[in-house]
């Protein structure tokens, strides 16, 4: 739990996701042609992430491409995302540090980009990204 400016922020991303109930969608980086070789994209493998597909869902996944340009390219993707989510209330999706890793943004670059999910209660977000967004 996280507490920023007198809020209690409760809906964060577990640092490591092992195991994923059926109605939990695990959210994760990728590029457009889908190479799903390393980082979270490869984790996401074992919860129905297709090989080939870079976008959107699949299994219990979801993939943001972040890989093809700057934040500008990754954000109608994102919102893409949020609009899935509100969609769908009744599943949970735990959004990892997308970009901040083989794609090389900063946490400062990418939460921004997540700030229509702030009120989106089934959307959980990585501690890091909470702290940039509060």
């Known amino acids: 739990m996280l507490r ?10 577990p640092q490591w996701i092992t195991l994923l109930q059926p109605d939990e969608v695990f959210v994760f ?15 996401a493998m074992q919860w129905g992430a297709v090989w080939g597909k870079g976008v959107g869902l699949q ?6 491409p972040t890989m ?4 500008d390219t990754i954000r109608p993707h994102v919102d893409e ?5 509100k969609q769908h209330p009744n599943k949970t999706f735990f959004v990892t540090e997308i970009g901040c890793g083989i794609a090389g943004f900063t946490v400062e670059q990418i939460a921004p980009l997540f700030k229509k999910a702030v009120d989106v209660e089934n959307i959980y977000l990585p501690e890091r990204f909470w702290t940039v967004l509060c």
Do not use: D, W
């Open 59 to 64: 299994g219990q996944t979801y993939a943001i």
């Open 68 to 71: 093809q340009g700057g934040v």
């Open 81 to 85: 995302f949020i609009s899935l989510a």
């Open 29 to 43: 980086g990728s590029n457009l042609q889908g190479l799903h070789a390393g980082g979270a994209a490869k984790l």
């Open 4 to 13: 920023k400016n007198n809020m209690t922020i409760q809906r964060i991303t």
